[in-house]
C-alpha cells in the first residue's frame, strides 16, 4: 500500500487532533486525511477530505474493477461529535509498516 501525503495544508488542531485520537485508543498508526464535523442544521455529517491527501492514499480493486481508498473514522471520536462534546474528528487512513 502506498501511504497517504499532501495533508501540509491542515490545520495543526485538526493533525493533534488525530495524534491525540492515536494516541488514546492505542490504535495502529494512521495518516490524516481529512475530518468530519456536524453540520450546522444538526441533519447530516460534513465530510472533507484534503485533496492531495486523497490523491496519494492507498487503494484496493474489487473482483469487478472498481477501485476504493479505504479510510477509516473513530467511532467513539464520532459519537462525541454527534453528542456535541467536539466540534471535529478526523478520517484516516491506515498506515502499512
Do not use: H
Not at 14 to 31: G, R
Not at 62 to 79: E, H, M, R
Amino acid at each position: 500500500m502506498k501511504e497517504c501525503q499532501g495533508v501540509e495544508k491542515m490545520s495543526k488542531n485538526t493533525k493533534q487532533i488525530a495524534q491525540n485520537e492515536n494516541d488514546e485508543n492505542e490504535e495502529p498508526q494512521t495518516l490524516l486525511v481529512g475530518y468530519v464535523r456536524k453540520s450546522n442544521a444538526g441533519g447530516a455529517l460534513k465530510v472533507s477530505i484534503n485533496s492531495s491527501a486523497f490523491s496519494d492514499c492507498a487503494t484496493y480493486s474489487t473482483s469487478d474493477g472498481q477501485v476504493y481508498v479505504p479510510l477509516i473514522i473513530n467511532l467513539n471520536a464520532l459519537q462525541r461529535v454527534l453528542d456535541g462534546e467536539r466540534a471535529v474528528t478526523t478520517v484516516s487512513q491506515f498506515i502499512d509498516q
